[in-house]
């Protein structure tokens, strides 16, 4: 990975190929991990429908994961290789162990570790007779599900999802695009996954949430159903799952269908969960949505402004009518009237403040608006001045 140095446009240039080749990676790694989740969901559900008949099927499932696990670990590691390049590129080294630290390192183990674990391709149990000898696998079909260790292996590898968020970091265009890169340098903004996201929740909330609450329907459905088939209890059916964990997410719970495991149960505590997050952000979506825009906002301050100058010209008139009426009735020495006429003299004082009151801090609401749209105006004059 080293080489000599590189500077200039030609700098440039390779780091705009480098980014290329990084965003090519990053989606064939995506797309082979999404194999080998397939592939271990087509050997589960063979595995459980099938049985013995079907012996020869899930060896070479198995196989085929394996094989699609050594793709995605070459591929992590060459994309990984694309990383340091990159680095190198961007500080001008040329020893390609300076730019790898020890937490790169750490980092990348970490992911060979999670991205490698997955079933061995070994031969499952034979089928045999209650006396002992082999049958063929005609008819007889294993009396268990996954045991443990293969479960949890099998369970492992929808850790290879972390993925997602680097293809869709890759794939959005921010790294590639100079004007993102120069924006975001003069105001030190780090483009990473959370910017990415938040990109996202702006320009499309509502495909994102759809997106993301169906996927976590389906897969902890799944993982659900895995771990209550272990015990071979009813709630480890495909449709039962599939209600139970809308209704916990939604945190609804009727109570019909229950985890009758203790890793079903977790299943269920982590969807709910979930489900409160992805309803926050639901909630803050929707308020955002309703919020105003700058002209709605305008044309509402200036009727709202309009209505409290028409109440507070009828509350000034209301209080004098009152304070002649009250002086009449002092003149004349009718006590009753002029003790009504006093009562609502105070009230409409007090409703005259009140109108007052609100038609101020409109007047101040507004007047931050026009301060703050006047700073932002002064800001970019002048920073076309300085461009110039």
Not at 81 to 93: C, P
């Amino acid at each position: 990975m080293g080489g000599e140095l590189v500077s200039g446009l030609g700098a440039l240039r390779r780091r705009k190929r480098l980014l290329e080749q990084e965003k090519s990676l990053a989606g064939w790694t995506l797309a082979l991990a999404g194999t080998g989740i397939g592939l271990m969901v087509l050997h589960a559900e063979m595995l459980w429908f099938g049985g013995c008949p079907w012996v020869l099927y899930l060896f070479l499932v198995k196989c085929m994961i394996s094989i699609s696990t050594f793709l995605l670990l070459s591929l992590i590691v060459a994309f990984h290789a694309k990383e340091v390049q990159l680095f190198m590129t961007d500080n001008g080294l040329r020893d390609w162990r300076v730019a790898l630290t020890g937490r790169q390192v750490a980092q990348i183990v970490l992911e060979l570790v999670v991205c490698g674990l997955h079933p061995p391709p070994v031969p499952g149990p034979p089928c045999v007779l209650s006396s002992g000898f082999p049958k063929t696998a005609a008819t007889q079909s294993w009396p268990s599900f996954l045991d443990q260790g293969e479960a949890l292996l099998s369970l492992a590898m929808l850790l290879r999802l972390y993925l997602v968020p680097r293809a869709l970091l890759l794939r959005s265009g921010v790294l590639l695009n100079a004007s993102y890169r120069s924006i975001g340098a003069l105001n030190q903004v780090r483009f990473r996954h959370w910017f990415v996201a938040k990109l996202y929740m702006n320009t499309h909330p509502g495909r994102l949430l759809l997106c993301l609450t169906l996927g976590l329907w389906l897969t902890t459905a799944w993982v659900l159903s895995v771990a209550e088939r272990q015990a071979v209890n009813a709630t480890g059916h495909l449709s039962d799952t599939l209600w139970l964990i809308p209704i916990t997410f939604l945190t609804i719970g009727y109570g019909d269908v229950v985890p009758g495991t203790m890793w079903g149960k977790i299943v269920c505590l982590c969807t709910g969960v979930m489900g409160v997050c992805c309803t926050a952000l639901l909630v803050a979506v929707v308020a955002r949505k309703l919020e105003f825009n700058k002209a709605e906002k305008h044309v509402h301050n200036f009727m709202m402004d309009i209505q409290y100058a028409k109440e507070m010209r009828e509350s000034a008139a209301r209080v004098l009518q009152e304070s002649w009426m009250l002086y009449k009735h002092t003149r004349r020495k009718e006590s009753g009237a002029a003790r009504k006429h006093q009562r609502r003299l105070l009230a409409a004082i007090n409703r005259f403040r009140q109108v007052r009151l609100k038609h101020r801090k409109l007047r101040e609401q507004v007047n931050s608006m026009v301060d703050i749209s006047k700073v932002l105006g002064s800001c970019e004059r002048g920073s076309r001045r300085r461009g110039r």
